[in-house]
Structures are given as structure tokens and as C-alpha cells.
């Protein structure tokens, strides 16, 4: 079974840049045919895809997240990073990474939160001066 542990800092500062990683275990991040994503939940609102990185190293952003967002991955350490850049308040949010596998079906969507079988526990972050 697919394990996933997100870290990084709980704070961050305004106009900084927020780095989180999520280390995989019980599973390979280049194996066909998963998506890793990044999802977020500020407080009092519902779950916000952000992006994703395919099996394959492809990416996929949220439109809305996409001109300060970067998903990157090591494969040698199997685990993947988001950096949201210019933070403000707004991104306050639990932050989780989650896994699906799309078992190759042309129709998988990975911004549909559905498609995700298995999610770390979340992390909190927020953004303070």
C-alpha cells in the first residue's frame, strides 16, 4: 500500500517562497501509470487541486495556481515537491499529497480529486509575518 508523508515548515512569511516535500513509500513515483498531486485546504473552504507530476515526469497546474507554482521530483529519494512562490495569507491551508493510478485510461483526469486513492495526513501551513 502507497504511503505518503508530507514536511516542510508550518510558517512562512509573506511574498516567500512555501517548499514542501512528500516522501513515497510502498510505491515507486516513476511507475506506470500514477499521479502524484498536491492539494490544498484553506481553512473553512473545500479541497483545491494544485498540480500534479505523471509517472513519466509531465506536469499538470491548476490555471488559477500555474504562473507561481513548480511540482518537481526525485526519483532518487522518491519523493515530490511543490514550491508556490509569492506567498500571501490566502495560501494558508492544510497542504496534502495524494496518489493515484490512472492504470493507463485515456479519460483519467488528475485534477478530479476522485482519482486519488491514497493521501498523506496533510500539513498545515501558514502564511504570517
Known amino acids: 500500500q502507497v504511503q505518503l508523508q508530507e514536511s516542510g515548515p508550518d510558517l512562512v512569511k509573506p511574498s516567500q517562497t512555501l517548499s514542501l516535500t512528500c516522501t513515497v513509500s510502498?510505491?515507486?513515483?516513476?511507475?506506470?501509470?500514477?499521479?502524484w498531486s498536491w492539494i490544498r485546504q484553506p481553512p473553512g473552504k473545500g479541497l483545491e487541486w494544485m498540480g500534479a507530476?505523471?509517472?513519466?515526469?509531465?506536469?499538470y497546474y491548476s490555471p488559477s495556481l500555474k504562473s507561481h507554482t513548480f511540482i518537481s521530483r526525485d526519483t532518487f529519494k522518491n519523493q515530490f515537491s511543490l514550491q508556490l512562490s509569492s506567498v500571501t495569507p490566502e495560501d494558508t491551508a492544510v497542504y496534502y499529497c495524494?496518489?493515484?493510478?490512472?492504470?493507463?485510461?485515456?479519460?483519467?483526469?488528475?485534477?478530479?480529486?476522485?482519482?486519488?486513492?491514497?493521501w498523506g495526513q496533510g500539513t498545515q501551513v501558514t502564511v504570517s509575518s
Open positions: 510502498g510505491g515507486d513515483i516513476t511507475a506506470n501509470y500514477y499521479y
Open positions: 495524494a496518489s493515484g493510478d490512472s492504470k493507463g485510461r485515456s479519460d483519467y483526469d488528475p485534477r478530479e480529486l476522485y482519482e486519488y486513492d491514497y
Open positions: 507530476i505523471a509517472y513519466d515526469g509531465s506536469t
